[in-house]
């Protein structure tokens, strides 16, 4: 399992009854998680004061319940500020565990020692394309949500990349992808972080299972001659590491060569339990 363990504005404090403790900054939420199937032998003093918690609804979907807590407010990882707030549907805005993608994509771009340019499809608010931002690459930043996009850019100015080389398009990641083929744009990185379902902004209907693979049959047309990574995210309990990395190895080009990884991402609690938040597999470059 690859664990998001540096940093300092986040911490998965304990898990427990089909929640999770966490402190974002210097508010402490609690958020439901349905594989926090247990019950803490010692529960953390967190749990008796939190700033807020997240109650599902029985009939789908829940609400906030905000006892003391700004609209949004601020947090940091390593040189990388994001703007967080409770939003639908338990989120917050930024996912953790990604800091683990997050490193590893910049780690690449450091390495290459050479201009490259990266394409986050499913991108949200950005944290993959700031990353990739601070270490020097241009991005195309693709979503179908007009407000997730806006919420990009304004991570772009947190993060003191606003000034850099991204491109921020609201649209249909296939359809997208399908004009960059004709149009023969070519990226030396790629990450996708497709959500389970879905619509785009013409009211697109995306649905994981049956559309994941057509798409990324489209999307590894749009690797360069000499590509570094491509990274695929899941949170889909019905899509595990070990497929990602089968559909990673039947779609990249033949001849590239490289390595294959795959595997859960998570985050450490506080008594030290590794926690699995999403899988991802990976493929990068090795020459």
Not at 56 to 81: A, C, F, Q, V
Not at 256 to 269: C, D, Q
């Amino acid at each position: 399992m690859w664990i998001a363990d540096q940093w300092k504005d986040y911490a998965l404090l304990d898990t427990s009854g089909g929640a999770r403790l966490e402190r974002w900054g210097n508010y402490i939420l609690v958020r439901p998680d349905p594989q926090a199937i247990w019950q803490s032998a010692k529960r953390h003093e967190g749990w008796k004061a939190p700033n807020a918690v997240y109650h599902r609804s029985g009939s789908g979907g829940g609400h906030w319940e905000i006892r003391s807590l700004p609209e949004s407010w601020k947090i940091s990882y390593r040189d990388l500020t994001f703007q967080v707030k409770p939003m639908n549907f338990k989120h917050t805005g930024i996912f953790p565990e990604q800091a683990v993608n997050w490193d590893f994509m910049r780690e690449q771009i450091r390495k290459a020692g050479r201009p490259v340019k990266v394409l986050n499809l499913f991108a949200y608010t950005g944290g993959a394309t700031m990353a990739c931002a601070r270490e020097g690459a241009s991005v195309v930043h693709v979503d179908a949500s007009k407000g997730m996009v806006q919420w990009a850019k304004e991570n772009a100015v947190l993060c003191g990349v606003a000034d850099r080389p991204i491109r921020y398009l609201v649209d249909d990641c296939m359809k997208f992808v399908e004009r960059e083929n004709r149009r023969g744009n070519r990226y030396d990185g790629i990450v996708m972080d497709p959500p389970s379902y879905g619509r785009g902004p013409g009211g697109e209907v995306w649905q994981l299972e049956e559309t994941l693979y057509p798409l990324m049959t489209r999307v590894m047309r749009l690797l360069s001659p000499r590509p570094l990574f491509f990274v695929l995210n899941s949170y889909s309990t019905g899509l595990s590491a070990a497929v990602m990395e089968y559909l990673l190895r039947l779609t990249l080009p033949k001849g590239l060569g490289g390595r294959f990884e795959s595997g859960e991402i998570g985050l450490r609690t506080a008594d030290g339990m590794d926690f699995p938040s999403g899988s991802a597999a990976r493929w990068l470059s090795e020459d």
